[in-house]
């Protein structure tokens, strides 16, 4: 790292929030130094998050419909199986591609890149120790933090990554489980349960609260949590693990109701498994392998940040002002280490919107219009606000929505659970949240989230010319329906 004195920005951490923050330096014009201590760049999302999950999603997702899908459509075939190490070879490859890119990113922009984990010498010095062995010292006018986020383990839940896996694990099962338990309803523990579920292990879902994804409207949710017990996954809710046992062949857990629980909207419609909630005895639970994801923490552990005074606030995060800068003049941070969604795409608008402000020009994210998408089958997407919340705002508002069963597209194909849900100002129209649950409703979301932007009005989606046949006809039926009525309705 010879000649990396005169940084003008030192990234730490090579994720979607250090890596875009780092090449977006380089192309305004400032000499750039990343630090990556994994020896490959992309962060969690590259290598054990996003994009491992979504391979597997999609692998998963084919044999799923193979079994399932194929015979309606007129495909037959008289053999099928699930060949495990090449499913996992897929997806390494799809990893090990993308890092390799962005490598290549950084030399095309020049970004300086070193290979160690980095610690705060000084606010703007940092002391790097190598993986080829030995130490560096690497000074920067502008020190960015963008050391991310880690697995959050339970009290008394040990992670060996073999029978109690984290999400990492999860993504690198040498054999399909036969029982496979999921701690955590939360996106990714769904994400992974489909996974596993489809190529055919039986899963259930344990969760503390009284909802699965909690940020979820909560009519869609509804509809989302049965659709995944359709797909035979079980949910207990209000239920927590008081109990691991792995000394036998199988993990045995014990479970007990989640005293006191939280609020809950949901109790009348959804089917809760019956055994733990009865009385409040403890049950347990049999498992091959227990996937816990009950969160995710921030990561700056060895960073040093109290040799140079900067602040994290009780859940470990970093604050920072509306420049991203922390406590301490110079020192900056992004991504899933300070407060706000633990997302790739926030992260790196925040590197994006922190480069911006070092180099003198403004920078701006829009934390309300972060979309959220879950990848099962369908898929969940959302922007804005969900009905709760623009109840809880007092704000008078109108609902459109429209059934993927009556959109042509979806009933051409057989893949016609879901909806589209569009909320509206009352007075204005102007749109306040949009909730898609459909096959490619992560790639859906897009309309609503660009109309957003721009302020618009449902009226002004409803008028804008949608291609027949194709599931974005949806949106703008829904659109149609919150002022007005639809037509296919
Ligand atoms: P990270 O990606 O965590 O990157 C931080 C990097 O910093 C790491 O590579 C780490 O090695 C490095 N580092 C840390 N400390 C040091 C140090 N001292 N010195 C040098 N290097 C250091 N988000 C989505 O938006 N969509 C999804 O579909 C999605 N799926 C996910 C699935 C799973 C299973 C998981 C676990 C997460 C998923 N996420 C998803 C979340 C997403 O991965 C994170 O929000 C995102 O990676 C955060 O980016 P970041 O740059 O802030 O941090």
């Given at each position: 790292?010879?000649?990396?004195?005169?940084?003008?920005?030192?990234?730490?951490?090579?994720?979607?929030?250090?890596?875009?923050?780092?090449?977006?330096?380089?192309?305004?014009?400032?000499?750039?130094?990343?630090?990556?201590?994994?020896?490959?760049?992309?962060?969690?999302?590259?290598?054990?998050g996003c994009i491992p999950s979504k391979a597997l999603l999609h692998s998963s997702h084919m044999y799923h419909e193979a079994?399932?899908?194929?015979?309606?459509?007129?495909?037959?075939?008289?053999?099928?199986?699930?060949?495990?190490?090449?499913?996992?070879?897929?997806?390494?490859?799809?990893?090990?591609?993308?890092?390799?890119?962005?490598?290549?990113?950084?030399?095309?922009?020049?970004?300086?890149?070193?290979?160690?984990?980095?610690?705060?010498?000084?606010?703007?010095?940092?002391?790097?120790?190598?993986?080829?062995?030995?130490?560096?010292?690497?000074?920067?006018?502008?020190?960015?933090?963008?050391?991310?986020?880690?697995?959050?383990?339970?009290?008394?839940?040990?992670?060996?990554?073999?029978?109690?896996?984290?999400?990492?694990?999860?993504?690198?099962?040498?054999?399909?489980?036969?029982?496979?338990?999921?701690?955590?309803?939360?996106?990714?523990?769904?994400?992974?349960?489909?996974?596993?579920?489809?190529?055919?292990?039986?899963?259930?879902?344990?969760?503390?609260?009284?909802?699965?994804?909690?940020?979820?409207?909560?009519?869609?949710?509804?509809?989302?949590?049965?659709?995944?017990?359709?797909?035979?996954?079980?949910?207990?809710?209000?239920?927590?693990?008081?109990?691991?046992?792995?000394?036998?062949?199988?993990?045995?857990?014990?479970?007990?109701?989640?005293?006191?629980?939280?609020?809950?909207?949901?109790?009348?419609?959804?089917?809760?498994?019956?055994?733990?909630?009865?009385?409040?005895?403890?049950?347990?639970?049999?498992?091959?392998?227990?996937?816990?994801?009950?969160?995710?923490?921030?990561?700056?552990?060895?960073?040093?940040?109290?040799?140079?005074?900067?602040?994290?606030?009780?859940?470990?995060?970093?604050?920072?002002?509306?420049?991203?800068?922390?406590?301490?003049?110079?020192?900056?941070?992004?991504?899933?280490?300070?407060?706000?969604?633990?997302?790739?795409?926030?992260?790196?608008?925040?590197?994006?919107?922190?480069?911006?402000?070092?180099?003198?020009?403004?920078?701006?994210?829009?934390?309300?219009?972060?979309?959220?998408?879950?990848?099962?089958?369908?898929?969940?997407?959302?922007?804005?606000?969900?009905?709760?919340?623009?109840?809880?705002?007092?704000?008078?508002?109108?609902?459109?929505?429209?059934?993927?069963?009556?959109?042509?597209?979806?009933?051409?194909?057989?893949?016609?659970?879901?909806?589209?849900?569009?909320?509206?100002?009352?007075?204005?129209?102007?749109?306040?949240?949009?909730?898609?649950?459909?096959?490619?409703?992560?790639?859906?979301?897009?309309?609503?989230?660009?109309?957003?932007?721009?302020?618009?009005?449902?009226?002004?989606?409803?008028?804008?010319?949608?291609?027949?046949?194709?599931?974005?006809?949806?949106?703008?039926?829904?659109?149609?329906?919150?002022?007005?009525?639809?037509?296919?309705?």
């Amino acid at each position: 790292a010879s000649g990396s004195d005169d940084n003008d920005v030192v990234v730490i951490g090579g994720g979607p929030g250090g890596y875009v923050a780092a090449i977006k330096a380089a192309q305004l014009g400032l000499k750039t130094t990343c630090i990556e201590k994994r020896g490959a760049l992309g962060g969690t999302c590259l290598n054990v998050g996003c994009i491992p999950s979504k391979a597997l999603l999609h692998s998963s997702h084919m044999y799923h419909e193979a079994v399932h899908a194929f015979p309606n459509h007129g495909v037959k075939f008289s053999q099928l199986e699930v060949d495990l190490p090449a499913m996992m070879a897929q997806k390494d490859k799809a990893v090990s591609g993308l890092t390799r890119g962005i490598e290549g990113l950084f030399k095309k922009n020049k970004v300086n890149y070193v290979k160690g984990y980095g610690k705060f010498a000084a606010p703007n010095e940092i002391s790097v120790e190598t993986l080829e062995g030995g130490n560096t010292v690497i000074k920067g006018k502008n020190i960015i933090i963008a050391t991310g986020s880690d697995v959050k383990s339970l009290p008394g839940v040990t992670i060996d990554e073999k029978k109690i896996v984290s999400s990492t694990g999860a993504l690198a099962l040498s054999e399909i489980p036969k029982k496979l338990v999921v701690i955590g309803a939360g996106y990714i523990g769904l994400e992974m349960g489909s996974v596993w579920g489809r190529l055919g292990s039986e899963v259930t879902v344990v969760e503390f609260a009284s909802d699965i994804v909690p940020t979820m409207d909560g009519e869609v949710r509804k509809q989302f949590q049965r659709m995944l017990e359709k797909q035979k996954m079980k949910f207990m809710l209000k239920t927590k693990v008081v109990g691991v046992d792995t000394s036998g062949s199988a993990v045995k857990l014990t479970l007990e109701p989640a005293a006191g629980g939280e609020q809950t909207t949901l109790e009348a419609d959804v089917v809760l498994v019956s055994e733990p909630a009865a009385g409040g005895e403890q049950t347990t639970l049999e498992a091959d392998v227990v996937l816990v994801s009950a969160g995710r923490t921030p990561f700056t552990a060895g960073l040093g940040l109290d040799a140079i005074g900067v602040e994290t606030d009780k859940l470990g995060r970093i604050p920072v002002d509306h420049q991203f800068m922390t406590n301490v003049k110079g020192v900056y941070a992004i991504g899933d280490v300070i407060p706000g969604p633990m997302l790739a795409h926030k992260a790196e608008e925040d590197g994006v919107a922190c480069v911006e402000f070092i180099a003198g020009k403004e920078g701006h994210v829009d934390y309300d219009l972060v979309p959220g998408v879950v990848y099962t089958h369908p898929e969940v997407a959302s922007v804005g606000k969900t009905e709760e919340q623009v109840k809880a705002a007092g704000v008078a508002y109108r609902v459109g929505k429209f059934p993927f069963m009556a959109n042509s597209r979806a009933k051409a194909i057989d893949d016609a659970e879901g909806l589209v849900k569009i909320l509206a100002e009352k007075e204005t129209d102007k749109i306040l949240g949009v909730h898609i649950m459909a096959p490619n409703a992560g790639e859906l979301i897009h309309e609503a989230v660009l109309a957003m932007q721009y302020g618009a009005s449902s009226e002004d989606i409803a008028r804008t010319c949608h291609a027949h046949p194709t599931m974005s006809e949806a949106v703008k039926e829904a659109a149609m329906a919150t002022y007005d009525k639809p037509i296919h309705m």
